[in-house]
Nanobody
Framework: VQLQASGGGLVQAGGSLRLSCAAS????????MGWYRQAPGKQRELVAQ???????VYGDSVKGRFTISRDNAKNTVYLQMNSLKPEDTAVYYC????????????WGQGTQVTVSS
């Protein structure tokens, strides 16, 4: 399986971006998908997760601003990011899991998001 993340870029504080992660291979509709981010000098952290049934979990720092969604017909998961802050600046990664959040099946290559103040 391969994951291709896209949609990153440079945006001013208060702006919006939508990230996409397209998955190849099978089992997408039943897989769990997650977005994670890593800023320079910091550990990777959870941004959002979505199960095959559509249940979602968000990191505390993005609740109310970011929305994760999926389109199983397109094998794609999205991350809509609104009200962006400079502290959201990071490389964003998508990942796929098959029923166990502790065992990623695959990681995407990462897409840079930079929020200017």
């Amino acid at each position: 399986v391969q994951l291709q993340a896209s949609g990153g870029g440079l945006v001013q504080a208060g702006g919006s971006l939508r990230l996409s992660c397209a998955a190849s291979g099978s089992l997408f509709s039943i897989s769990y998908m997650g977005w994670y981010r890593q800023a320079p000098g910091k550990q990777r952290e959870l941004v959002a997760q979505i199960t095959g049934g559509g249940s979602t979990v968000y990191g505390d720092s993005v609740k109310g601003r970011f929305t994760i969604s999926r389109d199983n017909a397109k094998n794609t998961v999205y991350l809509q990011m609104n009200s962006l802050k400079p502290e959201d600046t990071a490389v964003y990664y998508c990942a796929q899991f098959l029923g166990d959040w502790a065992k990623p099946r695959a990681w995407g290559q990462g897409t840079q998001v930079t929020v200017s103040s």
